[in-house]
């Protein structure tokens, strides 16, 4: 298992290719990102509290089967520098990886993301839509108005620091997984979501969820007719990111595919990485 905030879990061996962190400077911010696999390029991007080493090896081994997989840190995420805390936004967040794309001499890819990832992922499909061939959505909301919220208090334990760093992976195991997982999950992963845990900075937490209460308290903008086409894939026993609001993308994103993953959690990646791989290669080879 790999995970540090939102982030995946399982097992299985790196995805084959190159992987090792690059950087790029953005306005004299340090920009992070790891590029593995091989293939036509796949933009994917990660949620809250998480790095690009945050993402469920064995769903990063089967996708580099047919991709070359350019996982970013988002600012203040791993190896990425935060700069102004205050300007960390979903929108500024797409407008980072547009400039990577740039500095990558990439004109045009497939973009999946995952939580707050998925977030990004839209908003830069709606920036730039001549730059996004087809975008998934794993376990994501439209935002504003028309998402569908958690139940009452979820909010509140996600973002819970309280207690010690092995505390805090347990309460947030529980959110990740559903109830018949999330104990054995906790027994074999628990110390390393702790360690990860342990790193992460208060001010980036801090920033990252006032760009999560604006995405979900302001209206969207509606994606134009040059939109891509999306896949959205939720769990159906998802507590943070409830499954309804896989329909409400729906209503929102013309044409968007929906797939369920029976039993799956909000890291329905992790329990089902090789299934939830497929999707998405069929899906953009499509």
Same mark, same amino acid.
């Given at each position: 298992?790999?995970?540090?905030?939102?982030?995946?879990? @399982?097992? #299985?061996? =790196?995805?084959? +290719? $190159?992987?090792?962190?690059? /950087? %790029?400077?953005?306005?004299?911010?340090? !920009?992070?990102?790891?590029?593995?696999?091989?293939?036509?390029?796949?933009?994917?991007?990660?949620?809250?509290?998480?790095?690009?080493?945050?993402?469920?090896?064995?769903?990063?081994?089967?996708?580099?089967?047919?991709?070359?997989?350019?996982?970013?840190?988002?600012? @203040?995420? #791993?190896? =990425?520098?935060? +700069? $102004?805390?205050?300007?960390? /936004? %979903?929108?500024?967040?797409?407008?980072? !990886?547009?400039?990577?794309?740039?500095?990558?001499?990439?004109?045009?890819?497939?973009?999946?993301?995952?939580?707050?990832?998925?977030?990004?992922?839209?908003?830069?499909?709606?920036?730039?839509?001549?730059?996004?061939?087809?975008?998934?959505?794993?376990?994501?909301?439209?935002? #504003?108005?028309?998402?569908?919220?958690?139940?009452?208090?979820?909010?509140?334990?996600?973002?819970?620091?309280?207690?010690?760093?092995?505390?805090?992976?347990?309460?947030?195991?529980?959110?990740?997984?559903?109830?018949?997982?999330?104990?054995?999950?906790?027994?074999?992963?628990?110390?390393?979501?702790?360690?990860?845990?342990?790193?992460?900075?208060?001010?980036?937490?801090?920033?990252?969820?006032?760009?999560?209460?604006?995405?979900?308290?302001?209206?969207?903008?509606?994606?134009?007719?040059?939109?891509?086409?999306?896949?959205?894939?939720?769990?159906?026993?998802?507590?943070?990111?409830?499954?309804?609001?896989?329909?409400?993308?729906?209503?929102?994103?013309?044409?968007?595919?929906?797939?369920?993953?029976?039993?799956?959690?909000?890291?329905?990646?992790?329990?089902?990485?090789?299934?939830?791989?497929?999707?998405?290669?069929?899906?953009?080879?499509?």
């Amino acid at each position: 298992m790999s995970a540090a905030g939102e982030g995946g879990a @399982g097992g #299985g061996e =790196s995805a084959a +290719g $190159d992987d090792e962190v690059r /950087t %790029i400077e953005i306005d004299g911010r340090r !920009l992070a990102w790891r590029s593995l696999g091989a293939g036509r390029p796949l933009l994917l991007v990660n949620g809250y509290a998480a790095s690009s080493a945050d993402w469920d090896p064995a769903l990063l081994q089967a996708l580099g089967r047919s991709f070359q997989l350019i996982c970013p840190d988002n600012r @203040g995420a #791993g190896a =990425s520098q935060l +700069g $102004d805390a205050f300007e960390l /936004t %979903i929108d500024a967040m797409a407008a980072d !990886l547009e400039r990577l794309l740039d500095a990558l001499g990439i004109a045009r890819a497939p973009v999946a993301g995952w939580s707050m990832g998925s977030y990004v992922a839209q908003r830069l499909a709606m920036r730039s839509p001549g730059r996004v061939d087809a975008l998934v959505l794993l376990a994501s909301a439209p935002g #504003g108005p028309t998402a569908v919220s958690a139940e009452p208090g979820v909010w509140e334990r996600l973002t819970d620091h309280s207690g010690t760093p092995r505390e805090q992976a347990t309460r947030l195991i529980s959110l990740l997984f559903p109830p018949d997982v999330a104990p054995e999950i906790d027994r074999q992963f628990g110390e390393l979501v702790a360690d990860a845990r342990a790193q992460l900075s208060p001010e980036l937490l801090a920033a990252q969820e006032r760009a999560l209460r604006a995405w979900h308290a302001e209206p969207q903008p509606l994606p134009g007719g040059d939109a891509p086409p999306v896949l959205a894939i939720c769990g159906s026993e998802d507590v943070v990111i409830p499954p309804q609001n896989a329909d409400a993308l729906a209503a929102r994103w013309p044409g968007t595919h929906v797939e369920r993953i029976a039993g799956g959690g909000h890291a329905f990646m992790a329990q089902q990485p090789k299934r939830v791989a497929q999707l998405i290669v069929d899906f953009v080879n499509t």
